[in-house]
């Protein structure tokens, strides 16, 4: 059974740093890429970043670039997530998801349950 | 910045059926395939529909997906109380040279 389970999320001080990270079980860990998606209270659905199985390519939502960073320790079957400089609008869910595909094609089709991280004074 | 235009909402009695457009250009659905997400209150979303119309493992055929051009359609026929949830429509985006998974504004369904 495919399961992904997120750890990490916390309340932190605006400008400050916080890894998210992200367990994989039941499956190929570096046959599919990953995402980060992230959902701010009372909003829709945002695509922060994806990265290939081999951690190769990746992507950024414009707002995390140069802030945030992706990786992945396919030994220890685990997805990260480093964000740095963080600021009040970057509060959220964030949910980890592998990705079917990187590119034409790809769609998300298991989720984890999420962490919240809160960013406030 | 969601690329992608859904109804905020959209409404049906039981039993009846209810449709979702999302809105892109040529760069994202005009070129790529479409997924369709389902998410209620507090749990996180679960894939509905990928590759514009293909159902995964376990989701009723109530559920169908198309695509024509830059819109695709999420129909849900059969109308339940428990289909009340939130549907975002997602594609990958070649505006980058990179690329990057786009969702749309998301369309709350409500079962009247």
């Known amino acids: 059974e495919v399961q992904l389970v997120e750890s990490g999320g916390r309340l932190v001080q605006p400008g400050e740093s916080l890894r998210l990270s992200c367990a994989a079980f039941g499956f190929t860990f570096s046959d599919y890429a990953m995402t980060w998606v992230r959902q701010a209270p009372g909003k829709g659905l945002e695509c922060v970043s994806t990265?290939?199985?081999?951690?190769?390519?990746?992507s950024y939502e414009d707002s995390v670039r140069g802030r945030f960073f992706i990786s992945r320790d396919n030994s220890k079957n685990t997805l990260y997530l480093e964000m740095i400089s963080l600021r009040a609008e970057d509060t959220a869910i964030y949910y980890c998801?592998?990705?079917?595909?990187?590119?034409?094609?790809?769609?998300?089709?298991?989720w984890g349950q999420g962490a919240l991280v809160t960013v406030s004074s | 910045q969601s690329l992608l235009t859904q109804p905020p909402s959209v409404s049906a009695a039981p039993g009846q059926k209810v449709t979702i457009i999302c809105s892109g250009s040529s760069s994202d659905i005009g070129r790529n395939y479409v997924s369709w997400y389902q998410q209620f209150p507090g749990t996180a979303p679960k894939l509905l529909i990928y590759e514009n119309k293909r159902r995964p493992s376990g989701i009723p055929d109530r559920f169908s997906g198309s695509k024509s051009g830059t819109s695709a359609t999420l129909g849900i026929t059969g109308l339940q109380t428990g289909d009340e949830a939130d549907y975002y429509c997602g594609t990958w985006d070649i505006t980058l040279s990179v690329g990057r998974y786009v969702f749309g504004t998301g369309t709350k369904v409500t079962v009247l």
């Open positions: 990265l290939t199985g081999s951690g190769g390519t990746t």
């Open positions: 998801a592998r990705t079917f595909n990187y590119g034409t094609g790809s769609y998300l089709d298991y």
